[in-house]
Every structure is written in structure tokens, then in C-alpha cells.
Nanobody, 120 residues
Framework: QVQLVESGGGLVQAGGSLRLSCAAS????????ISWYRQAPGKQRELVCR???????NYADSVEGRFTISRDNAKNTAYLQMNSLKPEDTAVYFC??????????????WGQGTQVTVSS
């Protein structure tokens, strides 16, 4: 079994910064792609950014230049550095990972989410 646990959310003023973490544990052989999604109240979940196991990254236009995704493969952990936060960044942020387990099977896992609130 694999678990993803996010941390680092909280309340911050507009213009501030937060750093989210996503730690994977359990029966892991490799983690291919790690993504961050977010879901604001009354809206659909949307992709924020993703990083491959080779370090290639993609960002949504709304966060390009403000957010940075990174990963530490030795720790099975990904990070989301969020700078210049805006009230419209307020959402629950979810970590998502495509993982090959120790039996060679591929699964996609979700974390439980962490709340980010940006006050104006």
C-alpha cells in the first residue's frame, strides 16, 4: 500500500509565500510523475503543475513564474514553493503521483489535501 501525505498549507496574506510538501511512503519501486492539483470552493479540481522523474516540469498559466515544483527522489518527496500568492490561489491543494509498486504494478495515488488560504 502507498500513502501520499501533504503538509505545509495554512493562512497567508496576499503577496506571501508557502511551501507545500508531499511525502510518499509504502510499497514504492519508482515514482514517475508527481502533480499538484487544487480545488477551490464550487470549482472543479485543476492541474497546477507536474514534474517527471527526470525533472521536466509543466505549469498552469495562472501560476507560471510564481510557483515552483521540485522533488527529492531519495526521500520520495515533492515540494511546491508558492510565491507572490493571490487570493485566487485559495484552494485545497492535492498531491497526485503515478507510482510503480514493488510488484511492478502501476497506480495513481492521491493525497488527502491541504488547505491554502490567501487573504487580501
Amino acid at each position: 500500500q502507498v500513502q501520499l501525505v501533504e503538509s505545509g498549507g495554512g493562512l497567508v496574506q496576499a503577496g506571501g509565500s508557502l511551501r507545500l510538501s508531499c511525502a510518499a511512503s509504502g510499497s514504492i519501486f519508482s515514482i514517475r510523475v508527481i502533480s499538484w492539483y487544487r480545488q477551490a470552493p464550487g470549482k472543479q479540481r485543476e492541474l497546477v503543475c507536474r514534474i517527471t522523474n527526470s525533472g521536466r516540469t509543466n505549469y498552469a498559466d495562472s501560476v507560471e513564474g510564481r510557483f515552483t515544483i521540485s522533488r527529492d527522489n531519495a526521500k520520495n518527496t515533492a515540494y511546491l514553493q508558492m510565491n507572490s500568492l493571490k487570493p485566487e490561489d485559495t484552494a485545497v491543494y492535492f498531491c497526485n503521483a503515478d507510482i510503480t509498486n514493488e510488484n511492478g504494478l502501476d497506480f495513481r495515488y492521491w493525497g488527502q489535501g491541504t488547505q491554502v488560504t490567501v487573504s487580501s
